[in-house]
């Protein structure tokens, strides 16, 4: 059974660089059938793509970000992080980290989230 | 602002059915597939269809959807208390090149 962990600061100051990781347990990072993604949710609002690493490490980003946002991964420890630069209070969320499942069918893209962690409480303050 | 379009709330009977509405435009939903997430209070998303219309082995078939042109819809037939969540549309921007969701709507069964 494949489960997802994130883990980091719950605190960060403004202007300051916010770090999470995603412990994965049940399945390897370096499985090229999926991807691994980061999606955030402020309190009482809808979900946020924040960005995806697939591949070879190859990565997408929300462009709404304007490149604040870097993924990484390391294959040793089976996890996956999130830096987000110079935070603000309207970065304050739930970060959720989650395989997904990305490819093509002639013209047509396929993406989904099948398996997400609980979330962690990051408040900028 | 959310780049796909959800109404805010619905809401219907036990037994009844209820449709969410998912519009967005070719580089999204015309385009790609398109994906629903329930979500409970508190807790992770929980994707009930994927693929336009495909349900993972564990969601009833209570739940389906359809896709036509650039708009999606969920249909729950059937209408339990416990399908009281918020969904929400999801698929992949082409022009983005990056994953869109749908601003959520709240599911009330009355």
């Known amino acids: 059974q494949v489960q997802l962990q994130e883990s980091g600061p719950g605190l960060v100051k403004p202007s300051q660089t916010l770090s999470l990781t995603c412990t994965v347990s049940g399945d390897s990072i370096s499985n090229s059938i999926y991807d691994w993604s980061w999606v955030r949710q402020p309190a009482g609002k809808g979900l946020e793509w924040i960005g995806r690493?697939?591949?070879?490490?190859?990565?997408n980003y929300n462009p709404s970000l304007k490149s604040r946002a870097t993924i990484s991964r390391d294959t040793s420890r089976n996890q996956f992080s999130l830096r987000l630069r110079s935070v603000t209070a309207a970065d304050t969320a739930v970060y959720f980290c989650?395989?997904?499942?990305?490819?093509?069918?002639?013209?047509?893209?396929?993406?989904?989230?099948?398996?997400w962690g609980k979330g962690t409480t990051v408040t900028v303050s | 602002q959310s780049v796909l379009t959800q109404p805010p709330s619905v809401s219907a009977a036990p037994g009844q059915k209820v449709t969410i509405s998912c519009s967005g435009s070719s580089s999204n939903i015309g385009n790609n597939f398109v994906s629903w997430y329930q979500q409970f209070p508190g807790t992770a998303p929980k994707v009930v269809i994927y693929?336009?219309?495909k349900r993972p082995s564990e969601i009833p078939d209570r739940f389906s959807a359809s896709k036509s042109g650039t708009s999606a819809t969920l249909a729950i037939t059937g209408l339990q208390t416990g399908d009281e969540a918020d969904y929400y549309c999801g698929t992949w921007d082409t022009n983005l090149s990056a994953g869109v969701f749908g601003g959520g709507t709240k599911l009330t069964v009355l």
């Open positions: 690493m697939y591949l070879s490490g190859t990565t």
């Open positions: 693929d336009n219309d």
């Open positions: 989650a395989r997904g499942i990305y490819g093509r069918i002639d013209y047509f893209y396929y993406y989904y989230m099948g398996v």
